[in-house]
T-cell receptor, first 111, second 111 residues
Framework: AQSVSQHNHHVILSEAASLELGCNYS??????LFWYVQYPGQHLQLLLK??????LVKGIKGFEAEFIKSKFSFNLRKPSVQWSDTAEYFC?????????FGTGTRLKVLA | DTAVSQTPKYLVTQMGNDKSIKCEQN?????MYWYKQDSKKFLKIMFS???????INETVPNRFSPKSPDKAHLNLHINSLELGDSAVYFC??????????FGQGTRLTVV
């Protein structure tokens, strides 16, 4: 079955700390992977995506993610978080005519 | 111009009522979706349409009836609303396996 798991449900960091959010997927076909961010009260916005090629992908707002095929992982990273990064983060894999989301990680950044 | 727009943004209604949510995308995408986000922020696919045809109906009660009059529109009608239907409903669209673009969401509260 297709699934995505995010290990960290709640993360609290101070500004300037480094961030890594875990994501593991289970999918048998060609993998298209995404990270979305949802700021409080807003819709989902794409942070970055991986389809093929360089497994280290860079996205908006200084975020990056690394696709490790052997580990079925697509972890999100940011070297130095800001207060404005406080949001819910979702990892997703493209299935057949649908996107399968992880349960999300709520990140709170303390000023 | 908003890429994916849905109306209304907020909907408060009594149990047993019937309500509709409208969604329009101006991106020229072939595929549209409805997702339900529950109080724990979990995102679950409800329906997906490709070129106006229903592709996925993910064990949604038949009180929920989507309708796609054309490729740019996907509306959601809900009959006999129940308390458990309270959630945020997101419309989204995509072109093939590229990333999905989400609407602003409709917060439905059933009282």
């Amino acid at each position: 079955a297709q699934s995505v798991s995010q290990h960290n449900h709640h993360v609290i960091l101070s500004e300037a700390a480094s961030l890594e959010l875990g994501c593991n997927y289970s999918y048998g076909g060609t993998v298209n992977l995404f990270w979305y961010v949802q700021y409080p009260g807003q819709h989902l916005q794409l942070l970055l995506k991986y389809f093929s090629g360089d497994p280290l992908v860079k996205g908006i707002k200084g975020f990056e993610a690394e696709f490790i095929k052997s580990k079925f992982s697509f972890n999100l990273r940011k070297p130095s978080v800001q207060w404005s990064d406080t949001a819910e983060y979702f990892c997703a894999v493209r299935g057949t005519y649908k996107y399968i989301f992880g349960t999300g990680t709520r990140l709170k950044v303390l000023a | 111009d908003t890429a994916v727009s849905q109306t209304p943004k907020y909907l408060v209604t009594q149990m047993g009522n019937d309500k509709s949510i409208k969604c329009e995308q101006n991106l020229g995408h072939d595929t549209m979706y409805w997702y339900k986000q529950d109080s724990k922020k979990f995102l679950k696919i409800m329906f997906s349409y490709n070129n106006k045809e229903l592709i996925i109906n993910e064990t949604v009660p038949n009180r929920f009836s989507p309708k796609s009059p054309d490729k740019a529109h996907l509306n959601l009608h809900i009959n006999s609303l129940e308390l458990g239907d309270s959630a945020v409903y997101f419309c989204a669209s995509s072109q093939h396996v590229a990333e999905a673009f989400f609407g602003q969401g409709t917060r439905l509260t059933v009282v």
